[in-house]
């Protein structure tokens, strides 16, 4: 393996160790009053927790470390949205309105921004940061469209705008 893979390879590992035995924290999760159906304790304990929005929406955060800030919106059918936080001051935003959309965020360092915005059908879109002030946004309108970043380091910025 070449050192750049190997050094990806032991953040995937590390933060994948980190999620499974921690419990969920999502105390600084924005809105989460619209994540959790009435009837769910806020004190629930468990590495995963996968909360059925309606009978086609899911939504999963899970939040390592302080400061982190997730928000999700969904309206639609067939939508599915996972945030994954591990470090500190980092923000993730969702926003998917359509059928059959998938969007996914992962975030290990500090300081890190991204931002997923989705109308339209069948679309998928992720974001994946390791370091520190990294900054990734997409923007999808339409169907069909398929977008992926991934940022190793520091400061680095992209922003992906697509339409069909």
Do not use: C, K, W
Not at 48 to 60: K, M, N, T
Not at 106 to 111: H, L, S, Y
Not at 121 to 133: F, M, P, T, V
Request: hydrophobic fraction near 40%; charge should be negative; charged fraction near 10%.
């Amino acid at each position: 393996m070449t050192r750049p893979a190997l050094s990806r390879a032991t953040l995937v590992l590390a933060l994948f160790a980190g999620l499974i035995g921690a419990p969920l924290h999502a105390a600084d999760l924005l809105d989460n009053g619209d994540l959790a159906p009435i009837g769910i304790s806020p004190a629930v304990s468990g590495a995963q927790q996968v909360v059925p929005l309606s009978s086609s929406q899911a939504a999963y955060v899970q939040q390592m470390g302080h400061g982190n800030l997730a928000e999700l919106r969904q309206s639609g059918q067939a939508l599915n949205a996972q945030i994954l936080q591990q470090g500190s001051d980092q923000e993730a935003f969702i926003l998917q309105h359509g059928d059959n959309l998938l969007a996914i965020v992962e975030q290990v360092g500090q300081g890190n921004f991204a931002d997923i915005r989705q109308t339209g059908s069948d679309n998928q879109a992720s974001i994946s940061q390791y370091g520190a002030y990294n900054d990734a946004r997409i923007e999808q309108t339409g169907s069909g469209l398929r977008s992926t970043v991934t940022q190793f380091g520091v400061g680095q910025q992209i922003n992906i705008v697509q339409g069909r």
